[in-house]
């Protein structure tokens, strides 16, 4: 098992390595296997590429983000310009309904509100959005809304998690309440708990899933 300290510097190298990420800014704090960044990035995309290098790194158990988002004044645009980008690129997104997700900006912060029948559409929405100039967050509120005929199946899932999750499939348990999807147990890496997770969103009529799984390195 990793100390703090070695966490620390395998985050740090992690951060240097990805070239998406200006690391000189972002400082990183390790306490029992706890990783804070904090420090400004020049946009929301570098922020997301820094969580995302930090949790690649073996050993890391949970990630607490302070980084701020500060745009270069080329980098700005007015809420009004943002709110009309999105809402065009949303139209043009495939996997969206008509006019499903509506667009709020304040600051530069997206927040999207609606409905879909899926959580990939709902991801979907996000990410089509996040990258946008000027965006400086993105809170996903679209709810997903079930077809009548959809149920959720706890042997499906439990199938999808052994397909997908191979050794780690056994210890994880599917509870599962209406459309709610609740996962306990362990996982060993931060690839195993996404896979496991994604299995439970595949599933349809799920709206909610709860990780409640804990990370053994």
Do not use: C
């Not at 706890?34 to 995302?52: F, P, Q």
């Not at 709110?83 to 600051?107: C, F, G, H, R, Y």
């Not at 709610?180 to 595949?202: F, K, N, P, Q, Y």
Request: charged content about 20%; overall charge negative; proline content about 2%.
């Amino acid at each position: 098992m990793k100390t703090d300290s070695q966490l620390q510097q395998d985050v740090m190298a992690e951060l240097e390595w990805e070239p998406a990420v200006q690391s000189e800014h972002i400082g990183v704090e390790v306490r029992n296997g706890v990783v804070t960044l904090a420090g400004a990035v020049g946009s929301y995309t570098e922020k997301l590429n820094a969580e995302r290098a930090a949790q690649r790194v073996t050993g890391v158990k949970a990630l607490a983000v302070e980084m701020k988002v500060t745009l270069p004044a080329f980098g700005k645009r007015s809420d009004a310009d943002i709110a009309e980008s999105a809402q065009n690129i949303l139209s043009w997104t495939s996997s969206l309904p008509a006019d499903a997700v509506k667009v709020m900006v304040e600051d530069g912060w997206l927040t999207l509100t609606g409905d879909v029948s899926w959580q990939f559409q709902r991801q979907d929405a996000a990410d089509t959005v996040r990258y946008l100039s000027g965006v400086t967050g993105v809170s996903n509120q679209v709810a997903i809304k079930p077809a009548l005929s959809a149920k959720v199946v706890k042997s499906d899932i439990e199938a999808a998690l052994k397909r997908r999750a191979t050794a780690d499939a056994k210890a994880i348990s599917v509870d599962v309440s209406g459309s709610d999807v609740t996962l306990t147990g362990t996982v060993h890496s931060w690839a195993e708990r996404d896979l496991a997770t994604h299995s439970a969103w595949s599933s349809s009529g799920v709206r909610n899933v709860v990780d409640n799984m804990s990370l053994v390195a």
